[in-house]
Structures are given as structure tokens and as C-alpha cells.
């Protein structure tokens, strides 16, 4: 599992760590992860032109330390400095007696000198900004970014992308895009989150001997996470014992709703799937197996989950029913709109909520863009406001539960999952989960998960359908399974 930690927890476990260090040990061992990084980068070191972006704080130290590694196995370094009068002394002094030169960002010669040596860079390493940076660039670092922009060097970025604000994956400005993140210790949530994951490219924790806190601000779990909380039958399991997860979805407009949302309930490990709703013909036609009746949820017969919304058009009603029962509820689309919010915060049994960022906006009364610019305190208020756990879906999605603890974060989605009906099929997949017996900050992080490989593997590359990434389901889930 990868967790990730506040700039505040960090900062508390690199005081302990330095507490017990020589002097300066804590950035030679940064530096020196750091240049191994950038050799391998680089792939050819000698003679290859390497450009560091120096600001004030230490990871312009590191970065400065990394360049006189780097100078001696015989790299052309030059670093640009943003403030000169504050830039880390020992590691200025190591880049010069490596045999590194220096020039200013500022002023038009040393502005236009440093604009060249990154116009002919095969790499330039970002230590503009650290873990403390709030907001976006500022003027002289913009320009810079924008000159490596133009380049065609690749950007390895110190710790954390310069821009990006490291507690939530904010971007408030401009921020510079790296190919690599170098990140010490321990991974910042700005790195899992999008936006900010988008501008931080392949992520690369190097090890400096910290001991972060056990509990951790974000947690992303991995194959062998998900494989460990799979329902897996046993030899007396039958259908009902594997449990039975109610679908109520669908409507005369929207049918394929409720066929979609079946077909990932199919999938998730229950051992049956009742369907209720004006979609019934659609979907035993396209799913004979499926337990259908037309007597509404409250006399569907027993199940031990249900899900309610997807297509459910302004059937209030059914929304209403399904969440006045006692046992978990998925509620999504139609049903995040109709539902009551007093009523969802009044059920004792748990609720999963998964909107995506419009339908989140419109739950907690703010722009669309708001939820989008800061998907971590937004999926957190939800929570909070509902007294459920919310699952934000998106290119990261986010899972939260309103009791607190590490928010879960999953990255295994494509662009390719943003299509019709691919939101159903993740909503029936959950709710098989939670019949299955997982909790439902469980149900929401493994199906996210495993929907989002089977997008991969369905999309390749190439558009797919909901139907291609139902389909596609039983692979991911054995992918996970094999590790």
C-alpha cells in the first residue's frame, strides 16, 4: 500500500530524523537519490547538459548537490538561480568546485543567458519550490517554466513539481510539468491527486531513513491490497450466502441504465442480483440469471445491499424506498439528486455515495471547477455533510468515509473510462462488493480498482464501451488476483 503524508507530518519526521544525524547527512542522502535518479533519466551521463532550477529553500540544496555528482561523472551543469542571495551556500559551493557554473535568473543578461542554457538542455531538474510552496509560480520562475517548456530537455522534479501544493494536489497558477518526481521519504498527497498527478509524470520514492507517523493522510492501495479483501466463495457458500445485492434503476427513458448496472452487480462477487424497476424486460433479456420483480424494493425479497439511482430518471419514490431499509446502500446519478439529505444522514446502516465532480458541485451548492481544483477537501465535505462514504469519481478517484482516517485513492483508470453508462457498471460492481460483506469505504476502493483496469484493458488504446469494460471485470479481477 502507498500512503502518503501531510507537509506537517513530513516536516515532524525529518526533525526527528535530522535530531540524529550528523549535520547536512539528511540532504546527501536526498542528493544523492536524487542524482541516481537523474543518471538513470538521462541514460548516458558524460557529456549529456543538465540545467537546475534553484530556489531558496532545500530542495534548491538538493538539487544543487545532485548537479556536483552529477558534474563529476562528467555532465555540462549549469544552475540558474532565482534568488542568488539565498541560495543553499554548500551546495553552491560543491556545483562550482565540481566544476558546475551558475548564472541569475534575473536581469536581462543573466535572464536571456538562462533562458539559452535551457534552450540546449537534455534534462533540467525543478528545485524552484518545495513542500512548503502555496499557490503558483512566481513571474521569473514562470518564465523559466515556460522556456523549459518550449525545450525539449525532460524535467526531473525535486520532491514535488513547483506549483503544485503538496497537501491537496492543488494548482493555483502556473506549475511545471515534470517527466519524473524524485520524492523523499515518504509520498505527498499532491502527488496522488490529480491535478497535481498529472503534473508530476512517474513518481520515484527514494528512501532517506525516515519514520513517518502510522497514520497516513492518503492511502492508495495495491494489487495486493485488493486481492486480500476479494469475496472469495468456500465449499459451503451458496447464492444467497454470498450474498444478494438489490438493483433499483433504470426507467422507460434510460433502460440501459439498469441493464449496465446489472451487468457490473453480476460481476462483483454476489451470489444473486434482483432487479426492480420499469427495466425489467431489457434486463433479463440481456441477463437471464438476474432475480427480477416488478413489486418494488420492498417486497423484492431479502438482499443484503442495494443500489438506487443510475437511470432512475424522477422516481423519487424508489429512492426514498430503498434508503428508509436497514441494510447498505449505494446511491449514484438520479439517486444523489432525488435523495433527501436529512434521510441519508439519519440511516444507521452505511451508505456509499459516487458522484462525479458535476454531481458533487451540485450536492455541495459550488462550481463544478471548485470540485475539480480541489477534489480532496471536496470529497471530505461530503463525507462529512452526508454521513456517508463518498466515492468521487475521476481521473483519480477518491474514496471517503465521514468517520475520518486515511482518504483512499485510486489511479487505475484510462481517459477511455469517460463514456456513457461506465459509471453503472462501477455502481453495480460496488454494490455486489458491499452484499458480499466489505465495508463500504472496502467496496468503494476495490471497485474503483478493478474498474478502472478493466477499463485499461478494454480501452487499449482505442475507444470502449460500459459494455467492453463489464466485460473486461473477471480479467482485472484475475490480473489482481495473480498479482
Request: proline content about 4%.
Amino acid at each position: 500500500m502507498r500512503t502518503a503524508y501531510s507537509v506537517e507530518m513530513v516536516r515532524a519526521a525529518e526533525r526527528a530524523l535530522m535530531a540524529r544525524l550528523a549535520e547536512g547527512a539528511l540532504m546527501q542522502r536526498a542528493a544523492a537519490g536524487l542524482a541516481a535518479a537523474c543518471a538513470e533519466f538521462l541514460g548516458r551521463v558524460y557529456g549529456s547538459r543538465v540545467v537546475l532550477l534553484v530556489g531558496s529553500g532545500d530542495n534548491g540544496g538538493d538539487a544543487l548537490y545532485a548537479g556536483a555528482r552529477l558534474a563529476r561523472r562528467g555532465a555540462g551543469v549549469t544552475a540558474v538561480l532565482l534568488t542568488p542571495e539565498r541560495a543553499h551556500a554548500g551546495g553552491l559551493d560543491a556545483l562550482r568546485r565540481a566544476g558546475g557554473t551558475v548564472v541569475a535568473a534575473q536581469g536581462t543578461g543573466d535572464g536571456a543567458a538562462a533562458e539559452r542554457v535551457i534552450a540546449s538542455a537534455d534534462l533540467v531538474v525543478d528545485g524552484i519550490v518545495g513542500i512548503g510552496g502555496q499557490g503558483g509560480l512566481r513571474p521569473d520562475a514562470e518564465r523559466l517554466a515556460a522556456a523549459v517548456e518550449r525545450s525539449r530537455a525532460g524535467v526531473v522534479a525535486v520532491d514535488l513539481p513547483s506549483g503544485i501544493e503538496a497537501d491537496t494536489g492543488q494548482v493555483r497558477g502556473a506549475a511545471l510539468a515534470a517527466d519524473l518526481t524524485v520524492t523523499f521519504g515518504a509520498y505527498k498527497p499532491g502527488l496522488l491527486i490529480d491535478p497535481g498527478r498529472e503534473y508530476a509524470g512517474v513518481v520515484r520514492l527514494v528512501d532517506i531513513g525516515l519514520e513517518p507517523p502510522a497514520d497516513a493522510e492518503l492511502e492508495s492501495l495495491q494489487h495486493a491490497d485488493v486481492a486480500r479483501l476479494l469475496p472469495v466463495p468456500v465449499a459451503e457458500s451458496d447464492k444467497y450466502r454470498r450474498g444478494v445485492v438489490g438493483i433499483a434503476a433504470g426507467s422507460a427513458r434510460y433502460p440501459g441504465a439498469a441493464v449496465l448496472a446489472v451487468s457490473g452487480a453480476l460481476r462483483g462477487g454476489a451470489g444473486a442480483v434482483r432487479y426492480v424497476g420499469p427495466a425489467g424486460d431489457a434486463v433479463i433479456a440481456r441477463f437471464p440469471e438476474t432475480l427480477v420483480s416488478d413489486r418494488g424494493a420492498a417486497k423484492a425479497g431479502r438482499v443484503q445491499a442495494w443500489v438506487v439511482g443510475p437511470g432512475a430518471g424522477d422516481d423519487a419514490e424508489s429512492v426514498a424506498e430503498v434508503l428508509g431499509t436497514d441494510v447498505p446502500v449505494l446511491l449514484d446519478a438520479d439517486g444523489l439528486r432525488l435523495a433527501e439529505r436529512d434521510v441519508v444522514r439519519g440511516r444507521t446502516a452505511p451508505t456509499l455515495m459516487t458522484p462525479h465532480a458535476g454531481e458533487a458541485a451540485a450536492l455541495l451548492g459550488v462550481r463544478r471547477e471548485e470540485v475539480e481544483g480541489a477534489r480532496l477537501a471536496a470529497v471530505r465535505e461530503l463525507a462529512a455533510l452526508y454521513r456517508s462514504t463518498v466515492l468521487l469519481k475521476g481521473s483519480t478517484t477518491l474514496v471517503a468515509g465521514f468517520e475520518g482516517g486515511p482518504v483512499r485513492v485510486n489511479a487505475t483508470g484510462t481517459a477511455w473510462l469517460a463514456t456513457a453508462g461506465s459509471g453503472d457498471v462501477l455502481s453495480g460492481l460496488a454494490g455486489s462488493l458491499l452484499a458480499s460483506g466489505l465495508s463500504a469505504r472496502d467496496a468503494g476502493s476495490v471497485a474503483a480498482h478493478l474498474h478502472g483496469l478493466a477499463g485499461r484493458f478494454a480501452a487499449e488504446g482505442a475507444p470502449a464501451g460500459a459494455h467492453d469494460i463489464a466485460d473486461r471485470i473477471p480479467e482485472a479481477w484475475r490480473d489482481v488476483v495473480r498479482g
